[in-house]
């Protein structure tokens, strides 16, 4: 097989088959490329547990399978621009790559925030589906186009908690009045609830929470919260995350930085963004587990389910807001049609595959 043949078997055929139609042939192109060094701004703190180290290890995997034609450096969260300017560095071609979570432009592309997460949404297993055989990635794409940017999935965080609280949640009453960071739709949901919204880049969390400037915070799961030491700012920490089921993280290039590469050097940021997404999931299911031991037997941490009559009230208004974005534009439109029927579709089949199996494993626990 030839290599492309190769790497859209393994990849999935969608994405790959609409962008190398646009490659140019390898070759007399490739030999003459002169090495060039890429900028990679993030919305991480520099070096942050799975985040910044995954966004760390794309740049340095595309370094090395390159041999160095194509180097990456990587910058952490205000060391080039600001973390919530990632998308415009790298739209106007101030950075070349970036790597964030798409919800965090909602105030630029409302509709970004399907290729984030969707609260009652899709798992990391379901999501990865839907972008690769369900459609869902060449709709980023031309989501994406108009910005001069190309997106790729280049990590999950895959469930995460609910959030850290001063303030115990009994009923969803007990949600009016909080203060609470939670992006995205997530934050959409809640403010219909009588929370007040807030977001904050992540690396503001712990002092914004324990100074008093909000009441209450999600960040990402325990291996992340117990990092940031969320635990010391906050009484009780509640799960399931509801609102961020299977976040995808980005890497985003620029459409003409990434055009001037030769096709093999576009095929390698291509897969080595897949392996990046692959690596991340991983190790957040292993440090999760470990990292929530550790809150609990170390630091005395209550972890607490949220009551159920609370998650269905959640899950209403969840409902309403995603179908609300869908009005936003044609976009929308079109991409909530092809989530809310590729969600459907795959929770149906979801219940009697992990559904049944986890209930039946967990059953006695
Ligand atoms: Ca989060």
Same mark, same amino acid.
């Given at each position: 097989?030839?290599?492309?043949?190769?790497?859209?078997?393994?990849?999935?055929?969608?994405?790959?088959?609409?962008?190398?139609?646009?490659?140019?042939?390898?070759?007399?192109?490739?030999?003459?490329?002169?090495?060039?060094?890429?900028?990679?701004?993030?919305?991480?703190?520099?070096?942050?547990?799975?985040l910044?180290?995954?966004?760390?290890?794309?740049?340095?995997?595309?370094?090395?399978?390159?041999?160095?034609?194509?180097?990456?450096?990587?910058?952490?969260?205000?060391?080039?621009?600001?973390?919530?300017?990632?998308?415009?560095?790298?739209?106007?071609?101030?950075?070349?790559?970036?790597?964030?979570?798409?919800y965090?432009?909602?105030?630029?592309?409302?509709?970004? &925030?399907?290729?984030?997460?969707?609260?009652f949404?899709?798992?990391? &297993?379901?999501?990865?589906?839907?972008?690769?055989?369900?459609?869902?990635?060449?709709?980023?794409?031309?989501?994406?186009?108009?910005?001069?940017l190309?997106?790729?999935?280049?990590?999950?965080?895959t469930?995460?908690?609910?959030?850290?609280?001063?303030?115990?949640?009994?009923?969803?009453?007990?949600?009016?009045?909080?203060?609470?960071?939670?992006?995205?739709?997530?934050?959409?949901?809640?403010?219909?609830?009588?929370?007040?919204?807030?977001?904050?880049?992540?690396?503001?969390?712990?002092?914004?929470?324990?100074?008093?400037?909000?009441?209450?915070?999600?960040?990402?799961?325990?291996?992340?919260?117990?990092?940031?030491?969320?635990?010391?700012?906050?009484?009780?920490?509640?799960?399931?995350?509801?609102?961020?089921?299977?976040?995808v993280?980005?890497?985003?290039?620029?459409?003409?930085?990434?055009?001037?590469?030769?096709?093999?050097?576009?095929?390698?940021?291509?897969?080595?963004?897949?392996?990046?997404? &692959?690596?991340?999931?991983?190790?957040?299911?292993?440090?999760?587990?470990?990292?929530?031991?550790?809150?609990?037997d170390?630091?005395?941490?209550?972890?607490?389910?949220l009551?159920?009559?609370?998650?269905?009230?959640?899950?209403v208004?969840?409902?309403?807001?995603?179908?609300?974005?869908? &009005?936003?534009?044609?976009?929308?439109?079109?991409?909530?049609?092809?989530?809310?029927?590729?969600?459907?579709?795959?929770?149906?089949?979801?219940?009697?595959?992990?559904?049944?199996?986890?209930?039946?494993?967990?059953?006695?626990?």
């Amino acid at each position: 097989m030839k290599r492309r043949e190769i790497v859209v078997g393994a990849l999935g055929a969608g994405t790959l088959a609409a962008c190398s139609q646009e490659r140019k042939p390898m070759g007399e192109q490739a030999s003459a490329f002169k090495p060039v060094v890429w900028k990679m701004v993030t919305t991480w703190p520099p070096n942050f547990p799975a985040l910044g180290t995954g966004a760390k290890y794309l740049g340095d995997l595309i370094t090395q399978l390159s041999a160095g034609r194509l180097t990456i450096k990587v910058y952490g969260a205000g060391e080039l621009v600001p973390a919530f300017e990632v998308f415009d560095a790298v739209s106007s071609g101030t950075a070349q790559m970036g790597h964030g979570s798409a919800y965090y432009w909602k105030g630029k592309v409302p509709e970004a &925030q399907y290729f984030s997460s969707v609260p009652f949404g899709l798992t990391a &297993q379901e999501m990865s589906g839907w972008l690769y055989f369900g459609g869902g990635m060449d709709l980023w794409r031309e989501v994406y186009a108009p910005h001069g940017l190309i997106p790729f999935d280049a990590g999950n965080t895959t469930v995460q908690t609910a959030g850290w609280f001063n303030r115990e949640i009994k009923t969803v009453e007990d949600l009016k009045g909080l203060k609470m960071r939670i992006p995205g739709l997530g934050g959409e949901v809640l403010k219909r609830l009588g929370v007040t919204v807030q977001n904050i880049p992540g690396g503001e969390l712990f002092q914004a929470l324990d100074q008093g400037t909000i009441d209450a915070t999600e960040w990402v799961g325990p291996y992340n919260d117990l990092a940031f030491g969320l635990h010391k700012a906050a009484k009780y920490c509640y799960y399931p995350g509801w609102h961020e089921p299977g976040t995808v993280l980005e890497c985003m290039v620029n459409q003409s930085a990434y055009e001037a590469l030769p096709a093999d050097l576009q095929a390698i940021v291509e897969v080595a963004c897949r392996v990046t997404s &692959q690596r991340m999931t991983a190790e957040f299911t292993a440090r999760n587990g470990r990292a929530v031991q550790t809150l609990v037997d170390e630091h005395g941490v209550e972890m607490r389910p949220l009551p159920a009559a609370v998650l269905s009230r959640i899950r209403v208004v969840a409902e309403q807001v995603a179908q609300e974005l869908a &009005q936003e534009n044609p976009a929308a439109a079109a991409i909530y049609d092809s989530f809310s029927r590729y969600a459907k579709q795959t929770a149906a089949w979801t219940r009697m595959a992990e559904g049944a199996y986890l209930a039946a494993r967990h059953a006695d626990l």
